[in-house]
């Protein structure tokens, strides 16, 4: 009997995880596929690219063929000094064409059209980019509140059994009310921290939950002892000269350099001549003044020529808000350059720095374990109290804490150092995700209770 209820309790799992509405951890992929699906700023990118995309052949259109129908009725009546009043319907149906020779300012318009395009695709992409930190930044966030809130959580179990140690050892007369009261007093500060921490924990799970669509599950974990690294290449001068070229800001500034320019080619052709082909094909039914109908088919084509000679100074002062614009855009370009390279040293030197920070804390987790040992060896022969194993646990937990939330940070710089050059994608989230595994019920190490 007992062998097959251990049978059974063996795969009770494996049957619960093929029911329907099972729990799994959350991996950062699966939670940036949940989030781009649902994400407004994208959506808003993307419908902003699909309406700039229309521009096109709009503007094409100024340089194709238009052909118009026409048609005419009317009601006519003749009513002479002498004679009988003749009533009369003129009719008339006429097809008319015209074919652009010689547009130069629609050239323009649909050359601007297409890069205005260029920009919406490099926009919906910042977008993308953008959602990978902000989904990444919100998956540690809630992973560091968890931490911060066990972190807590061991101490308070270490405290609970300092403060019931206390309580034994005050009734049999070994201890003061001060060590109690010592014990209290850190017992009710634990309570409160947990209180916040738990809010704070809450809060982030909130935040991850409105980027995915749905209440924030079980996420995956760093594996314990990860290696991290600095991203290619590896000096600072190097990432910077990609940002100032491959910045998606940058490129965007590029683009609206480039229709600046030629805005105003644009509006200088206003000076210059167009040249149409022109045609039409018709039919009418009419009276004359002698009071007989007249009908005539009628057919024309031609070409039509027009030369601007003065249009009040108009073009010459949109061709000076041109040039003005343009140097705007120049400035623009440049701004983005140097705020895209101040962005990628940041960046990068707070990936260095956090690595230099992830390696002081790898050595301070080894040492505090070692604390931890000399300590709980020291209260079994009875050199140290029990005061000093909780301090040296303490001490641990939270090395591990500011040791995982300094990974934490390593990665999410790392991938704002990839955004600063535009180069941030999904194949990172998954070399991410590799690092990920799911959550483990860990022993609690508690603190040993006086005998």
Do not use: C
């Amino acid at each position: 009997m007992a062998h097959r209820l251990t049978a059974y309790a063996r795969t009770m799992p494996f049957v619960l995880a093929l029911l329907p509405g099972a729990s799994f951890a959350m991996d950062l992929v699966e939670a940036y596929r949940a989030a781009i699906a649902i994400d407004p700023l994208v959506a808003s990118a993307n419908s902003q690219l699909a309406a700039t995309r229309e521009r096109v052949p709009q503007a094409k259109s100024g340089l194709l063929p238009a052909i118009n129908a026409t048609a005419a009725v009317s009601r006519q009546r003749v009513d002479p000094n002498i004679g009988v009043n003749r009533t009369f319907t003129p009719q008339s149906y006429g097809v008319n064409l015209s074919y652009p020779l010689l547009r130069l300012q629609n050239v323009e318009t649909f050359e601007q059209s297409k890069l205005a395009v260029a920009a919406g695709e490099t926009q919906l992409e910042l977008a993308r980019q953008d959602l990978i930190v902000r989904v990444t930044l919100a998956y540690f966030d809630v992973l560091a509140a968890q931490d911060n809130l066990e972190t807590i959580q061991a101490q308070k179990r270490a405290i609970t059994e300092q403060l019931a140690s206390a309580k034994r050892n005050f009734e049999v007369g070994t201890a003061t009310i001060t060590d109690q009261q010592e014990a209290q007093s850190r017992f009710d500060l634990s309570e409160a921290q947990e209180a916040v921490a738990t809010f704070e924990l809450n809060t982030k799970r909130a935040a991850l939950a409105q980027l995915i669509g749905k209440p924030a599950p079980e996420l995956s974990v760093l594996r314990p002892g990860i290696l991290l690294s600095v991203p290619g290449p590896a000096r600072e001068s190097e990432w910077t000269e990609r940002a100032r070229a491959d910045n998606l800001l940058v490129q965007q500034a590029r683009v609206a350099t480039e229709i600046a320019t030629r805005e105003i080619d644009k509006q200088r052709y206003g000076h210059y001549p167009t040249l149409d082909l022109v045609g039409s094909v018709g039919y009418a039914e009419s009276s004359t003044a002698q009071l007989f109908n007249i009908n005539y088919n009628q057919a024309a084509i031609g070409v039509q020529f027009n030369l601007p000679l003065y249009a009040g100074g108009g073009i010459d002062a949109k061709v000076r808000e041109a040039a003005a614009l343009k140097d705007k855009s120049f400035s623009d370009l440049e701004n983005a350059r140097r705020q895209a390279e101040q962005t990628a040293r940041q960046s990068f030197l707070a990936v260095n720095g956090g690595l230099a920070q992830v390696r002081a804390l790898e050595a301070a987790e080894k040492s505090s374990k070692l604390a931890l040992d000399s300590n709980l060896l020291g209260y079994q022969v009875g050199v140290r109290i029990n005061i000093d194993v909780l301090n040296a646990q303490q001490q641990l937990y939270t090395t591990q804490r500011d040791l995982s939330k300094a990974r934490y940070d390593v990665i999410l710089n790392g991938m704002r150092l990839k955004l600063t050059t535009g180069g941030l994608s999904e194949e990172d989230l998954e070399r991410v995700s590799k690092l990920l595994e799911p959550p483990t019920a860990a022993a609690p190490v508690t603190a040993p209770a006086t005998k």
